[in-house]
């Protein structure tokens, strides 16, 4: 087995594992970033609408700082998230998005003068100042109070991660292309880098690193419709929970994308609804301003994806041999917008639908797209467990998103939380040093080979058949909305499939070079528990909040649910065991009404201590009171 040294091993080579890989390799570290694909090809580069920063340099954004931000950030958490975080994230936002530029990504820029905008459909007019001419633009995005989602017309997170990529090359970091990692090598105490899988030559391969990323992105694949690019598969989760010790965090928050095409679920923006786009029914009509009168289509996306399945419930979907959708309607904003700023968009539209949004509606419907849980962290992205081991983006839970993230914010996040988690694992590596078990590297192979020897042994379902029941189940009983008997039996339907993946045969055998069916094999038991991890925190989690929408439990319970779900996995067990812990370590911002969505909530009495921990200076306190 070839084996591989360096001070930094990042699993994952998007946005996040980029952006720590520059981070460690600035500070004079070695670098190796494994990925499945080549780094150019990561599902980071599809996202189109932009990143959160409170630059405040348009003339919709004016006045917007950190503090705002923040204030948004929680409101759309439902008062999940982790407010020292969610901090951290928007005081760096808008450095961070300014190091970019000095990276050379090719923001999009104020350009001074009268500006026709629209907002629901209807056109305003507006004058950017000639003092911020050339400065980062911003557009609209859903849940916030100002314009803030700085972007590269839609098509940000191809430039930020091409950026990010060249920076790469420049400071000579080693990248392992089409590698999956199996497993990661500890002792129960540290951990010291991870056994992967060669997709050319399916030959596994050592890697020992002093400190370990997993930045894999999402888990989304566990259901059928998805946004998600195949590779979003949870590779990253599952080597972290397949250790025992590490926890996986709110597996049960999942979100829902409004507006994800129909048939294919290839994603649209959000930024089409804040340039000024609008959802229509059957009927053609503007629904969303009758249950969101304040934000409509700019809700945040949990809320709107629910009001978007409702309106459906009530017979005003549109049919078609795909299921029922609606209308997304661009049309009002032009050709010339629509191909510059909106230019990929236009292009799925075209290309994938045969539909010319510049004159046709777009049919959409709501599609799983993001997941707030993940790996969970601490706020310096040391994972909870093992020495050594990090996470960053979307495959941790850092937790400033909770229950529900704000459109704009994941992809920030990448940046953000790479930049400080990055920084924090340079801190980390200046006062660490190590010995390296050889013993641990050899076990984790075992574990891998012995997986692939049951796979030959099999002779049961393929892979193929477990994951597709695995997706139906998923979309049946944990969708957008939630009650106790479907989650039942979805996690019992769950737990039969997992069994039957024990005894998993592989139609193809141990064959030589590239394996799909063999790489899709050692996933699914891992995909399956993952599953299991979303299923049961849901059903275990007696409230509604954010995207975790019951229907026998309406009610936000602050009372008995401000916390955190910490998912583990015990060696021979066919549930998740649940701890957990509490939201955040204090309130800067008190639990109250999010100003959208509507619903009871449940309150609770927030301790004088966990309340006046950031209550300490009157200038910040009187920042919040007139936000």
């Not at 940000?156 to 990010?164: N, S």
């Not at 049960?252 to 959000?270: K, M, N, R, S, W």
Request: hydrophobic share 35%.
């Amino acid at each position: 087995m070839r084996v591989f040294e360096s001070d930094v091993l990042c699993i994952g080579a998007g946005l996040a594992g980029e952006r720590v890989a520059v981070e460690a390799a600035q500070a004079g570290f070695s670098v190796i970033c494994l990925s499945l694909v080549p780094p150019k090809r990561s599902h980071s580069s599809a996202a189109m609408g932009g990143m959160q920063a409170a630059l405040g340099n348009s003339i919709m954004g004016e006045g917007d700082c950190p503090e705002v931000h923040f204030t948004d950030t929680v409101k759309g958490s439902d008062w999940g998230c982790d407010q020292e975080v969610a901090r951290l994230f928007a005081e760096t936002g808008p450095i961070a998005m300014r190091e970019m530029a000095w990276m050379g990504v090719p923001w999009s820029r104020v350009v001074p003068g009268e500006h026709t905008y629209y907002k629901g459909g209807k056109p305003f007019q507006a004058t950017e100042k000639s003092e911020n001419e050339g400065l980062i633009h911003s557009r609209a995005f859903g849940g916030t109070a100002k314009w803030r989602t700085c972007y590269t017309s839609d098509g940000t997170g191809h430039a930020v991660l091409f950026t990010l990529d060249n920076r790469l090359l420049q400071l000579g970091v080693d990248v392992h292309d089409r590698m999956q990692a199996e497993a990661l090598i500890h002792d129960g105490q540290r951990c010291m880098g991870c056994v992967a899988r060669d997709l050319r030559t399916g030959e596994l391969v050592g890697y020992f690193a002093k400190a370990t990323l997993i930045a894999t992105g999402g888990y989304g694949r566990i259901y059928r419709a998805t946004t998600n690019a195949i590779i979003c598969d949870g590779g990253g989760q599952i080597t972290a929970i397949e250790t025992g010790v590490v926890p996986l965090g709110n597996m049960e928050a999942v979100q829902f994308h409004p507006t994800g095409t129909v048939p294919t679920d290839i994603l649209v923006t959000e930024g089409c609804r804040g340039d000024g786009g609008t959802l229509l029914d059957v009927n053609e009509y503007r629904f969303m301003p009758e249950y969101e009168p304040e934000k409509a289509e700019l809700a945040s996306r949990d809320v709107v994806s629910r009001r978007m399945t409702e309106h459906m419930r009530k017979g005003f979907g549109v049919p078609s041999p795909y299921g029922e959708h609606l209308w997304l309607d661009i049309r009002h904003l032009g050709e010339k917008h629509i191909t510059t700023n909106l230019r990929e968009v236009y292009d799925i539209s075209t290309h994938f639908l045969g539909v010319n949004p510049i004159r046709q509606l777009i049919p959409v419907r709501p599609t799983q797209h993001y997941s707030m849980g993940g790996v969970r962290i601490n706020k310096d992205g040391h994972a909870y467990g093992l020495q050594g081991l990090f996470a960053a983006g979307e495959a941790a839970c850092w937790d400033m998103h909770g229950f529900n993230r704000l459109g704009g914010n994941s992809l920030a996040e990448t940046i953000v939380s790479g930049r400080i988690v990055g920084a924090k694992l340079v801190e980390f590596l200046q006062g660490y040093e190590t010995v390296f078990s050889t013993q641990s590297m050899k076990d984790a192979a075992l574990t891998v080979k012995g997986r692939i020897a049951a796979l030959l042994r099999g002779t049961g379902d393929d892979c193929y058949t477990l994951r597709n029941a695995m997706q139906d189940t998923m979309m049946e009983h944990v969708g957008i909305f939630r009650n106790g008997k479907d989650l039942e039996a979805g996690v019992a339907k769950l737990q039969e499939l997992l069994e039957r993946s024990k005894n998993m045969r592989l139609a193809s055998g141990n064959i030589p070079g590239p394996n799909g069916e063999l790489s899709m094999a050692l996933r699914v038991p891992g995909m399956l528990k993952l599953a299991l991890c979303t299923a049961y925190g849901a059903l275990m989690r007696t409230e509604s909040r954010g995207a975790h929408a019951r229907e026998d439990y309406p009610e936000r319970n602050d009372q008995q649910w401000l916390n955190r779900t910490l998912a583990y996995w015990k060696e021979g067990d066919t549930l998740p065991t649940l701890k957990y812990e509490p939201a955040t370590p204090f309130y800067i911002l008190p639990p109250g009404d999010r100003g959208y969505g509507g619903g009871k909530i449940i309150t609770a009495d927030i301790s004088s201590e966990k309340n006046s921990a950031l209550r300490t200076t009157g200038v910040r306190r009187a920042t919040w009171d007139a936000i």
